[in-house]
């Protein structure tokens, strides 16, 4: 009986490729700064029983009609805004990412990321490497206090909670907006709700953690951040695609806002010569919310775990499309 199909779509651990060889035939994109061009993606998509994919794989529709033998996508991100979830359970295609092994890891960027914004570090390292610093004086790359300000997190998921419990120990004042409230993260962690244009208001962090979605998309316009305080920041560390960046540069621009740190872009590598990147008052960062060494593993294992228990028949930890399971009960 020949063993079952797994493509992978891009390089990764040797101990990862390991566990699946055990059991399955595996084949990899191997390379760890390219993702598969799109025509070789629908070729190996027609005979794979599984899909490890990133997201930077677009699992559409035209794929997965390909797919006759697909059981499974098993996708190495917490979002899951590349893959079509509605064409893959007609299907009977069981749809997988990998939540909770990265939430810590990523709430320390978004938190890393709104401290370096705040407090100019990347600007000030640059000019030290620059040979800029020629004195000390007492406005010499003055940035703002996070001590005791007031941050506004909206999309209280998990990663949510995990950066207001890192802003508690901050003494910052906590409000959140989100689809439905946490009760449990009001009494923890002393986090307020409110509506989304008070969170703009009253905050003096902006912190973008919302899944992509029709009515996310561009939330963060012009009217958002023409709310915002003169002294706002704003920090995205959930999908470039939520923000209109041309609304962020003209806001950055006309001093509208006090600065930007963010990690995704609406288009992924962002070009160099893109206008955000001109701005001393933006920190930009390559997609990194989850890239420690230790958590890309555990969500490499994790793919692998439910690609190995879905083609041996079993139920998978980290199921994204609920009605699988009663398809296949």
């Not at 020949?2 to 490729?17: F, G, Q, S």
Request: hydrophobic share 40%.
């Amino acid at each position: 009986m020949a063993k079952k199909y797994v493509y992978i779509t891009r390089k990764l651990a040797p101990e990862t490729i390991e566990k699946l060889r055990e059991q399955f035939e595996v084949k990899m994109w191997d390379s760890e700064d390219q993702p598969v061009p799109r025509e070789i993606l629908l070729e190996e998509a027609k005979s794979a029983d599984a899909l490890l994919t990133m997201l930077t794989d677009r699992v559409d529709t035209e794929l997965l009609s390909k797919a006759e033998n697909l059981s499974v996508v098993a996708n190495m991100a917490v979002g899951f805004d590349n893959v079509d979830i509605d064409a893959a359970s007609e299907r009977g295609i069981a749809v997988c990412n990998t939540p909770d092994v990265l939430t810590d890891t990523t709430a320390d960027l978004t938190f890393g990321l709104l401290i370096a914004t705040a407090r100019r570090l990347v600007e000030s390292s640059e000019a030290v490497k620059n040979g800029e610093w020629k004195s000390w004086s007492p406005f010499f790359f003055a940035g703002h206090d996070i001590h005791h300000k007031t941050i506004g997190i909206a999309g209280m998921g998990k990663i949510g909670e995990a950066v207001a419990k890192r802003a508690a120990g901050f003494d910052m004042e906590i409000l959140y907006h989100n689809r439905s409230r946490k009760p449990e993260a009001e009494s923890r962690i002393g986090a307020v709700y409110c509506d989304f244009e008070e969170l703009l208001e009253r905050s003096d962090f902006v912190v973008s953690l919302i899944p992509l979605s029709n009515e996310t998309h561009r939330l963060f316009n012009a009217e958002a951040f023409k709310r915002m305080k003169e002294s706002g920041i704003f920090i995205n560390a959930s999908r470039g695609a939520v923000v209109d960046e041309q609304a962020l540069y003209n806001a950055l621009v006309n001093k509208d806002i006090a600065g930007a740190g963010l990690d995704v872009f609406e288009k992924e590598p962002i070009s160099a010569n893109h206008p955000l990147l001109t701005l001393k008052n933006v920190v930009a960062l390559p997609h990194i919310g989850s890239s420690s060494a230790e958590t890309r593993l555990a969500m490499m294992n994790l793919c692998a775990k439910n690609i190995t228990l879905i083609l041996n028949g079993q139920k998978p930890q980290t199921l994204i499309n609920k009605t699988w399971i009663s398809q296949h009960s």
